[in-house]
């Protein structure tokens, strides 16, 4: 079956990549000059990928892409589902094809899946410590610029659920919209009366909970708040809107904050701190 993602063009992706890697875009002739010297034309490859690390994966459908874009027949069996928890040691991939190619793919297609598998694991860390609460995991849009939709593709494998994609999806107002248009009240007045129909606002204290819901908020996105502050705004709240806590949260925070009741915990760093994972691809030639 073929890999696609909404607003992605895996193809696309995998050339600017590889032509980057290849020296393509800065008049260097495209060429992995390493494995011209080195490799015989006719040499053929086996690999195996492995994850050194335990972890979620992500990305496999991608690396292969790598590979087949220049080795069209190489042999590839993927060995673990994609979001699947494995342990350090465990193999993940093999393939047979031509070792130029290969090996010329190789880093391209090892950076992905380090990158996503390594997002896939945090987020699944946070995910598992809000178990026994009603709190759902969110993203946020703190992604390496050109990466977004892989970044948010990993965040659902590790089992969150994605927030907004961008701007266009729904209206966040945050403190600086808030200044520009004078208050809360006026910034969600605008957002309504140009018809938008999901409009999150971001308040830091309470008393700016009202005023934003009696201008047409939908969605209160509680900001820095400490867990009892958040509870009580919770209650304050009353089921009118969902409601989402942001700010502030690490593995040590996030159950306390998901169990004073809110409906969803963001964390930025799911996709702007998480570790690459270590990812590795060991050939034999046969």
């Known amino acids: 079956m073929t890999f696609t993602l909404d607003r992605f063009d895996l193809n696309a992706f995998v050339q600017s990549t590889l032509a980057e890697d290849l020296g393509a875009p800065y008049g260097e002739g495209g060429r992995d000059v390493t494995s011209e010297a080195v490799i015989p034309v006719d040499a053929i490859f086996t690999g195996v990928m492995d994850s050194r690390d335990d972890a979620v994966i992500a990305g496999l459908p991608i690396a292969e892409a790598f590979f087949r874009s220049l080795d069209p027949n190489v042999e590839i069996e993927i060995l673990v589902q994609e979001g699947e928890a494995v342990t350090a040691g465990t193999d993940i991939m093999r393939l047979k094809g031509k070792g130029r190619a290969l090996l010329t793919a190789e880093r391209s297609a090892l950076n992905t899946v380090q990158h996503l598998t390594g997002i896939a694991t945090m987020t699944n860390e946070y995910v598992r410590k809000i178990q026994g609460t009603n709190c759902t995991l969110l993203d946020t849009r703190k992604t390496i610029p050109g990466l977004r939709v892989l970044e948010k593709y990993a965040t659902r494998m590790g089992g969150a659920q ?15 919209h808030v200044a520009v248009a004078g ?3 006026e910034a969600v007045k605008r957002a309504v009366d140009a018809g938008i129909k999901k409009i999150i606002v971001e308040v830091d204290r309470v008393e700016q909970i009202e005023p934003a819901l009696a201008a047409g908020a939908t969605h209160l996105l509680l900001d820095n708040m400490k867990p009892a502050t958040l509870r009580g705004a919770v209650t304050l709240i009353g089921g009118r809107v969902v409601t989402e806590a942001s700010g502030g949260v690490t593995l040590e925070t996030i159950f306390d904050k998901a169990n004073t009741g809110v409906d969803f915990i963001s964390v930025g760093r799911l996709t702007q701190s998480a570790p690459a994972a270590d990812i590795g691809l060991d050939f034999e030639q046969v």
């Open 162 to 176: 994605n927030h907004r994609m961008g701007l266009w999806d729904a209206a966040m107002i945050k403190d600086n």
């Open 183 to 185: 208050n809360i009240s």
